[in-house]
DNA sequence: GCTGACAAGATTGTCAACAAAAAAGTTACA
DNA sequence: TGTAACTTTTTTGTTGACAATCTTGTCAGC
């Protein structure tokens, strides 16, 4: 399974996607806040999007909630999920425990094609981070922790990464400060440094601190969580 | 609709299995090792084993799939996963990423109680391992992760957990040393000792060093995978 | 005018029948 | 006797229809 540049094999036959294909898709575009948290993913939507028959998109929800990016109300639907603030201390505590690990062996099995992937990859983060694209900033941003994962080689680990990749984009989502991007991309082209010398521990320190920073820039303390959201704001 | 006497729903129907019910209960007979690698998993033998219809058998079989636990093979069913050496290598290489972490979390949070019921898991493990009882022993030994995780109090994290630990019996199942017990009940022993000073650290790396030794028992340069298992069996 | 029950509509959950594919069994033939 | 092709049987995959539930809209009664 290569998903290392697969962006354009997607497009040649649209009228029979995999279980699969859909989550990724539905994945991606939570990672790319287009499936703002809250969101109702009622089934006939999905159908009529994807071109497929109910029974896959029940499928792919079903999949989706047990990775819990979306919630599975009984006789409700699903929704996007909408993280609590516990749950984000949880996910950032997964992530902790993981990340610095994964880009620790990434770093030590780099390959010079994965450098060269790599620096490709920062290149679209400044531009997309100077260019004031905050949505391409956020999903490429995401990309770079997946890539380091996918370097690392471990499936195991990968799948998880994506899961906890996706869920911390639903994270800054609720908790995030508006007007500022999350993932400063300095703190990617130090990770890369580390790379470039195959210094596995300096890219799990660096890792670190990485993550501990984005944790530091959001509001766990502020909003509770989706649904006292209207009251909120109706409130005045 | 009914508004006079609307107690009458209590009828005593709590038979219905969920399908996270059914996810869990295979998940135990895989730790168990009453499912071996490669068990044909038939939806109308689980349909009678678990009294439900064919969709929630499909959907758990799903579920399943996703955590890697079963193989999905389209027109042919599902089947009890049979990991290879290299998936092998992944699990352990993941294991040995969160679940030191997940101890040294557990050993810092775990309360009086929590001490309590590890002291008396431990007893527990003790006897079967005493007792030449490999089935429970095993399970226990799962169990005893499992509970860390527990302790830990991260729901994210001990989902890992429990996957990894059931691919773990499957690994065992077919490259373990077929008499020996692979979790030394010493090893869960010294953990818990560095739970009794909260010492997380310590804690930490003694989890190491047991995942390193489970790791160090298998035989995964032996046999390939179960499909050659017969064509060795039989060639005497 | 507001509250509550009631009805209509829409959405989800479940089931049974059917289609498709693979496995098992059978026959023909070398 | 062994193999290959064919037929039967079993199992999986899919579609559609129906039941159950929730949501929305309406209206009577106070």
Known sequence: MDTLGNAAEQVAR??????????????????????????????????????VG????????????????VDLLPNRGAFVASPTAEQAR???EARLMIEPNVARLAAERATDDN?????????LEHVAHHGSKRRD???????FHVLLAEIAANTV????VKELVTRTSLIIGIFGSPGVSNCRDEDHDEIFAAFRTRDGDDAARLMTDHLR????????????????????????
């Open 213 to 236: 920073h984005i944790q530091e820039h959001l509001e766990l303390n502020g909003p509770a969580e989706a649904a006292s959201d209207l009251v909120a704001i109706f409130r005045k």
């Open 157 to 160: 680990t990968l799948r998880m």
């Open 115 to 123: 450098l060269r992937t790599l620096e490709q990859h920062l290149k």
């Open 54 to 69: 109910r029974m896959r998109i029940r499928q792919s929800l079903l999949l989706l909630a047990s990775r819990e990016v």
């Open 14 to 51: 649209e009228d029979e996607l995999g279980e699969e294909e859909i989550v990724e898709r539905i994945f991606e575009a939570i990672i790319d806040q287009r499936l703002p948290p809250g969101t109702k993913l009622s089934e006939a939507a999905l159908c009529e999007a994807f071109n």
């Open 137 to 143: 900033a956020i999903r490429l941003s995401g990309q």
């Open 90 to 92: 949880e996910v950032f």
